[in-house]
């Protein structure tokens, strides 16, 4: 593990046998079992602290961040990344500095073009839950109805880009699979670079938790 930078309750650091990935994890949780969530970056951007703010604020309240990219990286990521994520963690899991990770509670997120990408995740079998921050279905656009896992939606209100397209997910779910859907008036841009994430590193938290 090597440590970039910290903030109060959480830091983030890579890892040399996971690479093209970065990790945020909690500072104060070795004596707390871990579940983690993987996050995919707005635009699927390989800059994996572009959203550091936010991702520090959730990874703080107790869970493994794995985002997909590195620090300032400047290439494209694809859902493949979370998929070698899971493969990645569910080996680590309970062993040296993973000893407290919980690789049974697994969900998939991500931001935008990110949020795409979590989407992916939805039919692993590993994957337990899916968070959507203002993103939505791009091509298979009724592929919501086949939703067996849970979805909590996050969105930016009507002027937000992707506002539509996650309505219409949340719709389409299917009745009796549990579904959440929050809008704050902010836009496609969010608060993810806000101090501790803003008002989604808040709404974040609460999900976390």
């Not at 970056?41 to 991702?55: E, T």
């Not at 107790?62 to 620090?71: F, K, R, Y």
């Not at 656009?141 to 939606?153: L, S």
């Not at 996650?166 to 299917?174: C, F």
Request: with cysteine; net charge positive.
């Amino acid at each position: 593990m090597l440590p970039l930078f910290s903030i109060s309750n959480s830091f983030l650091f890579l890892d040399s046998s996971l690479s093209g990935h970065t990790l945020y994890m909690p500072s104060n949780a070795t004596n707390t079992k871990l579940p983690v969530m993987l996050w995919g970056n707005g635009g699927c951007s390989a800059d994996a602290i572009g959203q550091a703010p936010f991702l520090q604020q959730l990874a703080s309240y107790g869970v493994l961040i794995i985002a997909s990219g590195t620090p300032k990286g400047t290439s494209q990521t694809t859902s493949k990344l979370m998929t070698q994520s899971i493969d990645w963690i569910t080996q680590q899991a309970g062993k040296g500095s993973y000893a407290n990770v919980d690789a049974s509670r697994i969900v998939a997120a991500g931001w935008s073009c990110g949020g795409v990408e979590a989407y992916d995740m939805i039919w692993d079998s590993r994957v337990s839950g899916i968070g959507i921050w203002s993103s939505g279905l791009l091509t298979n656009q009724t592929a919501a109805k086949e939703f067996r896992k849970p979805v909590f939606f996050f969105l930016g209100g009507s002027n937000d880009i992707a506002y539509v397209n996650g309505e219409r997910d949340y719709t389409n779910m299917p009745a009796g699979v549990p579904k959440w859907k929050g809008n704050l008036l902010v836009g496609h841009g969010g608060s993810y670079t806000q101090v501790n994430g803003g008002k989604f590193g808040i709404i974040g938290a609460k999900w976390v938790k």
